[in-house]
């Protein structure tokens, strides 16, 4: 048996950073620990805190007599020990993440675990560059997504998706002939990406003529366009590599969870969510105004009936071509047709269990909507989901205008998510007195309008770090800082600004991010209020997760996870809050 | 009556290691039990591990058999993983190694042929398939290992460890299949067709023979007994 390298990686990582931050103590974790120690005087509990005490003390080889019962003893015993305070801690804490930081798997990372699990090793593509390894796949499977189109008033098709012209004459121009489909995929290379250098937007919209070459890179790459783009591009990915979707069906004989082809697994749960390792790529920093700065990171939206569409037909026994040109199909069909946007009672729950054969009052073995008929099934999502893509927008003069949205952005809103966070919010306000412009202390085992005046001496001090790696560094605990600060009132609207999570005007915004960061300040603040007991890195660690992964989960969210940084630097900096 | 089938994949085979797959089975009149463990292949001793998890395993099930139907499920997990770690640690110590060096997944099935009762064991992603005349069931799956298995020697896997208890019904054969092994009978996350049929006809050699000819790159091991009804008299 094997455990996959990516889990096992984060895994020692955490408990690394346990094992150093578990005995890692400052001079006032020791004070905090004998005032527990006093009030547990003739209490039940004191020999459980002595033994805390004891297991501190020992990391700095002190080893007082037995059954000593006053806390004056030790406190007389610690008086003249040589205990860090808290600031060469700090540095010890910005030094031991940034160590870590090559364990953290990138979207790169991800995707390229992907294709070499779901890839044909008899194709002999894995020496090639991931996005060209990619790109031959949506060539040689997915025939150049030619089948995702439309039929124009005028009754002509359109295609959706551009790009084939360029790739075959790229091939044409370097083998000397027009191509056979079979030539065009032995034959492309990396060089056929440097067309997407200093093309025009248009030319790399979906339609454009670069438009297979820009997902493919936006896929490899881990870029996550706006306007649902690449969620769009995620389903044609999983179809084109024959991914699956687990719902414990047994209409054609037993299903198992396969955790290496998952598409909930492996797309949207390790790859699109909000990694922040994608700061460390300068095209991503130089570029980010044109990308999502925060997926949902809520995964597959089962209100939307065209993520419906897509995993019926990913569950199909078809090739994926037949799989993208009816799911295609179906998605233009249904299009503003049925109800009207009515939508079922009880939102995601209700829709989720219709897919997984549970029922409201979660009743199991109820049968499951992925096995129905092809006809049933399109006549069922008419019948249950909102499919107007057609929407009216009135301005403040009263002027009605028309937009046609993308399907895969329909019923986006996320109101069980929506409503924890801002119950989070009021519970910030009414029981700490901690209004929204009061989240603003963000990142806090580093101080980062000083880390900048504080790189010569941090370089010096450890001479193995360039003063790169230590920029890019910086950066991205900017980008996580910024992420986790409420937006400051009256200032301009910089990019920056733009990504707080805290900035959440509708259930249409929630992300998981958001969430998650209301929680952290209501956890701090829970924790500076009762005087906590919580001490080091690892009991901290725990406590967050037991106290966060009940609302994440009521959200649809994945609980706090050791694989992804940003969850444990917002640890680490409570940790660090709680040690100021 | 019980039948295996074991191939070293050819991730071992390359580095001239064996296989990490051991199953172990024993059987009286009225009560059955069959056992695989399959080691961790990143430990220096799976082999060694995956031997004593699979003999303890099927040695404690079929003594305690009566005793083991009647407890509860936790009380099943907490027993059989506190017995299999003293004897891991015992091993352990004899070969001045650390104890998880010995690390295995482990599954298990004990059938009481009177009751028809089947009490199922899993710990790890191996996965338990039976097989009747209408079709296929798993009524063990692996357990999810993006997170990395649980597996014998990991604090607190007993809580982790899956136990069935349940009614053979019309089930007539009962398969324990190592990751290796499962992985090629499904195509993506279904059963293969012809799996199916072999499966319902009770193939056992002609299963064997298919996975052999898949190659496979992982130990591929299965082990499967048959679930039959004994007369009165024959455990009497």
């Known amino acids: 048996m094997e455990i996959r390298t990516i889990t096992r990686r984060a895994q020692s990582a955490l408990e690394d950073l346990n094992k150093e931050f578990g005995s890692l103590y400052t001079r006032r974790d020791f004070d905090h620990k004998l005032a527990d120690l006093k009030d547990a005087e003739g209490m039940t509990n004191y020999l459980e805190v002595l033994s805390e005490l004891e297991k501190m003390m020992a990391v700095f080889d002190i080893h007082p007599k037995k059954h000593m019962d006053n806390a004056k003893y030790y406190a007389d015993l610690l008086r003249d020990v040589d205990i860090p305070e808290y600031e060469e801690v700090r540095d010890k804490m910005l030094m031991a993440i940034f160590k870590k930081l090559p364990i953290y798997a990138s979207p790169q990372d991800y995707m390229k675990r992907m294709v070499d699990t779901l890839e044909d090793p008899k194709d002999g593509w894995r020496d090639d560059p991931l996005r060209v390894r990619i790109l031959k796949q949506f060539i040689k499977y997915g025939d150049y997504l030619q089948g995702i189109c439309h039929k124009n008033a005028n009754g002509t098709i359109a295609r959706d998706i551009g790009g084939k012209a360029q790739i075959v004459r790229y091939v044409q121009e370097k083998i000397g002939h027009r191509p056979t489909n079979q030539e065009v995929w032995e034959n492309v290379d990396d060089g056929i990406f440097a067309k997407l250098e200093g093309a025009a937007r248009d030319q790399l919209r979906p339609r454009g003529m670069f438009g297979l070459l820009k997902i493919v890179n936006d896929l490899a790459q881990g870029y996550f366009r706006m306007e649902g783009n690449t969620k769009r591009a995620l389903y044609y990915f999983a179809i084109v590599y024959n991914m699956t979707y687990y719902i414990g069906a047994d209409d054609n004989g037993p299903e198992v969870f396969d955790a290496k082809t998952d598409v909930d697994a492996n797309l949207f749960r390790d790859y699109y969510v909000n990694n922040l390792m994608r700061y460390l790529s300068p095209e991503y920093r130089s570029e980010r105004s044109r990308y999502q700065a925060d997926p949902s990171g809520q995964g597959i939206n089962y209100k939307n009936y065209a993520e419906m569409v897509y995993l019926y037909y990913i569950r199909k026994d078809l090739t994926a071509v037949e799989k993208l040109q009816k799911a295609n199909d179906m998605i233009n069909e249904l299009a503003d047709s049925g109800n009207g946007g009515r939508r079922l009672d009880g939102g995601t729950k209700t829709y989720r269990g219709l897919v997984h054969g549970v029922a409201p009052d979660g009743e199991t073995d109820v049968l499951t909507v992925m096995t129905l008929r092809e006809d049933e099934f399109k006549a069922f999502l008419k019948e249950c989901y909102d499919c107007c893509i057609t929407q009216q927008v009135t301005d403040k003069n009263g002027k009605v205008t028309y937009n046609t949205i993308n399907p895969i952005q329909i019923a986006l809103e996320q109101n069980t998510a929506y409503e924890l966070y801002k119950e989070t919010l009021q519970t910030l306000r009414e029981d700490y007195e901690i209004t929204l412009d009061k989240c603003n202390y963000g990142l806090m085992f580093a101080e980062l309008d000083e880390m900048h005046d504080y790189a010569d001496e941090f370089l010096e001090k450890h001479p193995d770090i360039t003063a790169k790696q230590f920029k890019d560094y910086t950066g991205l605990l900017e980008s996580f800082d910024s992420f986790i600060k409420a937006k400051a009132k009256g200032e301009n609207d910089s990019e920056e600004e733009n990504e707080s999570s805290l900035d959440v005007k509708s259930a249409n915004d929630m992300t998981r991010t958001s969430l998650l960061t209301a929680l952290y300040y209501l956890y701090n603040a829970m924790l500076e209020a009762n005087g906590s007991r919580w001490r080091n890195f690892k009991e901290l660690f725990e406590d967050f997760r037991d106290t966060v992964d009940p609302q994440l989960e009521e959200a649809y969210y994945q609980p706090l996870s050791a694989k992804n940084i940003f969850d444990v630097m917002l640890v680490f900096s409570s940790y660090a809050y709680m040690n100021l | ?236």
């Not at chain 2, 303890?56 to 083991?68: D, P, V």
């Not at chain 2, 004897?87 to 482990?106: P, Y």
């Open chain 2, 1 to 236: 009556m019980t039948y295996t089938f074991s191939t070293t994949g050819s991730h071992h085979l390359e580095r001239k290691e064996g296989s990490q797959d051991v199953v172990s089975h024993q059987e009286n009149a009225r009560y059955a039990v069959i056992t695989l463990a399959d080691g961790v292949s990143s430990c220096t001793n799976g082999r060694e591990g995956a031997e004593v998890a699979s003999r303890e395993m099927t040695r404690l099930l079929f003594h305690k058999a009566e005793h083991f139907m009647d407890f509860p499920e936790e009380t099943v997990a907490e027993l059989s993983l506190a017995h299999i770690r003293w004897e891991l640690q015992q091993k352990a110590d004899a070969m001045h190694i650390d104890v998880k060096e010995l690390s295995s997944t482990l599954c298990s099935a004990l059938y009481d042929r009177k009751t028809r009762k089947l009490l199922l064991v899993n710990l790890g992603d191996g996965m338990i398939i039976t097989g009747s005349k209408s079709g296929c069931a798993v009524p063990a799956m692996p357990s999810d290992s993006r997170n990395g298995c649980y597996v014998t020697t990991t604090p607190e896997a007993e809580k982790k460890m899956r136990v069935y208890k349940m009614d053979a019904g019309t089930a007539e054969t009962i398969y324990l299949c190592s990751d290796g092994a499962w992985h090629n009978l499904f195509e993506r996350s279904r059963m293969r067709q012809e799996v199916q049929t072999m499966i319902k006809m009770k193939r056992n050699k002609q299963l064997g023979d298919y996975l052999q000819k898949q190659d496979p790159f992982d130990d591929c091991t299965f082990i499967t007994m048959e679930l039959k009804k004994k007369s009165e008299r024959n455990y009497a």
